[in-house]
């Protein structure tokens, strides 16, 4: 079903997690993740991708399972992109961005031409000095952005980062969000409820089951231009209605059956 | 329509500024004739005049008083946001420290300082013990709120600090203190007041005469020597002294908060 894109830069090995609450948050998780591809989690809310994703970053530690990096150097080139922008309102938005290099001793002189980089890509150069309340919903998500690319990730984590915004600005973050992986060639995992953002953006979809969450499909999404006219042509709704049976099916599997 | 709101926002910030002084003006005005009418001697309700005159006759041993005063405000209410930012902080880092005092820092604060003050007033030299009863009844606040700011901080920020490797000192400073400063002023708002109380009612207590004496101590003596013109004439600048540190301190609060805090941001449209 899926398509070798790359080595791996991250495997998940029989994942699971159970918090302390006796919440069984993952079954048994089995993920590779691709060099440079762009892969969506979607499944029902409690189906484990935001706990997944907090375990590939580190955040969270499995309860059994491992997690494996191929590669070299693992956490230090991990972006991270919460729902909420979570930006620290006392700081100005080149503050914010230049968080992950002043945490690792860059100096402020040396940092701000990242940052500057950094903010231009996300098209916000001209609000470095502003404040993050002084921005729209859609403007601070893109500063959480800009944050996480600040440290050039090879691998950046989004935990339904647009699932807030209006549909309009959710568009065109999407938009956004394609050129720029496109643009700087890194890999994205992309959590996400909604069929029609996970199909427009990724390459692959997993498909999860809630309660213990685990991989329920892997749809591939061969499709060229991801753009305004790719929104709205037969190719995009015929792999939504699959991912959308895909899902339903999904949902529909009773607790602690097999998948 | 927009002018109209503008105009109507005039008249109700000038309303605002209006009204208490009318009030103030009433309330002496009827102080004033209440005297008067009464034939009321001065000895048992002085006119407001003869407040003011006693306060400018009086200015040289009223002003010592009064700088004696405010100083042991001022030292007590450095204490107290040094002792209760620091504590804390010293909480937040070490459950431990926090499960061992935590309960002494309120038995401190719920223990009525003016029962506290004549004992330290047998044990400490009489400065020392003024101070440190400002101390104890302006900590607390500190204490209390900067705890909460610690304590309250957005979770993801927490996670994203973790996630880049930030140091424990680098969470305490560039997150948590941060965070932490609005209440952290709120509880410092609250502790200016309370080390003035503190003062006061530690110099009421100590009572006994000395080159160093605060206001306080002014109103006890002038109340038993029936000098009442003057005991008005030194709660009126107490309150005036409390007034001021209030002003002082909020305008400090405001100034650290105007650029990010709800609190200080004056919202459009």
């Known amino acids: ?259 | 329509m927009n002018g109209e709101q503008a105009a109507h926002e005039r008249r109700e910030r000038v309303l605002r500024m209006l009204l208490p002084v009318a009030v103030l003006a009433l309330g002496v005005l009827v102080w004033d004739l209440v005297v008067r009418l009464n034939q009321i001697p001065p000895y048992i309700l002085p006119s407001p005049g003869l407040v003011l005159s006693t306060l400018i006759s009086d200015w040289s041993v009223l002003s010592a008083s009064l700088l004696v005063t405010l100083e042991t405000t001022v030292q007590g209410f450095l204490l107290a946001a040094v002792g209760g930012i620091g504590l804390a902080v010293l909480f937040n880092q070490s459950r431990l420290i926090e499960h061992s005092l935590y309960p002494y820092a309120v038995i401190l604060q719920v223990t009525p300082v003016v029962a506290i003050a004549p004992l330290l007033l047998i044990y400490l030299p009489q400065e020392a013990a003024v101070l440190v009863c400002a101390w104890i009844v302006a900590f607390f606040p500190v204490l209390a709120n900067t705890t909460l700011g610690l304590n309250s901080i957005d979770y993801n920020l927490a996670d994203l600090f973790r996630l880049y490797g930030a140091s424990r000192g680098q969470v305490l400073w560039r997150l948590k203190l941060p965070s932490a400063l609005p209440q952290m002023l709120a509880g410092l708002k609250i502790a200016g007041g309370l080390s003035l109380i503190g003062a006061v009612v530690a110099e009421i207590a100590a009572g006994s005469a000395g080159a160093g004496s605060g206001l306080a101590y002014r109103i006890a003596e002038s109340g038993y020597r029936l000098n009442i013109p003057r005991m008005f004439a030194a709660l009126l600048l107490l309150s005036v002294a409390g007034i001021v540190i209030f002003v002082l301190l909020s305008a400090f609060s405001h100034l650290m908060l105007r650029r990010w805090h709800e609190s200080a941001v004056s919202r459009e449209g």
């Open chain 1, 1 to 259: 079903m899926t398509e070798a894109t790359g080595k791996p830069i991250v495997a998940l090995r029989d994942v699971g997690k159970v918090f302390a609450t006796g919440t069984v948050a993952l079954g048994s998780l089995n993920l590779d993740v691709r060099d440079g591809e762009f892969v969506s989690l979607l499944g029902p809310s409690g189906c484990g991708k935001s706990t997944a994703l907090r375990i590939i970053a580190g955040l969270s530690e499995p309860s059994r399972g491992t997690v494996e990096w191929p590669g070299e150097e693992p956490r230090h080139r991990i972006g991270f992109v919460f729902q909420e922008p979570t930006l620290m309102p006392w700081a100005t938005v080149a503050g914010n961005v230049a968080l992950p290099l002043s945490l690792a001793g860059t100096d402020k002189a040396a940092a701000r031409p990242k940052v500057i980089e950094a903010l231009t890509r996300v098209g916000l150069a001209d609000f470095a000095d502003a404040y993050p309340r002084q921005l729209s919903g859609g403007m601070r998500m893109r500063v959480s952005i800009a944050r996480a690319l600040v440290t050039a990730p090879r691998l950046l984590l989004m935990d339904e980062p647009f699932a807030a915004l209006d549909e309009i600005t959710r568009f065109k973050l999407n938009d956004d969000l394609i050129a720029l992986w496109r643009e700087l060639g890194m890999t994205v995992v992309f959590v996400t409820h909604s069929v029609f953002e996970s199909v427009f953006l990724s390459q692959r979809i997993v498909v999860m089951t809630a309660r213990p969450g685990r991989v329920f499909r892997e749809l591939a999404i061969d499709a060229a231009g991801r753009d305004a006219r790719f929104r709205t042509s037969a190719e995009y709704a015929g792999y939504c209605r699959i991912a959308s049976e895909a899902l339903a099916e999904a949902s529909a599997v009773p607790l602690g059956a097999p998948a």
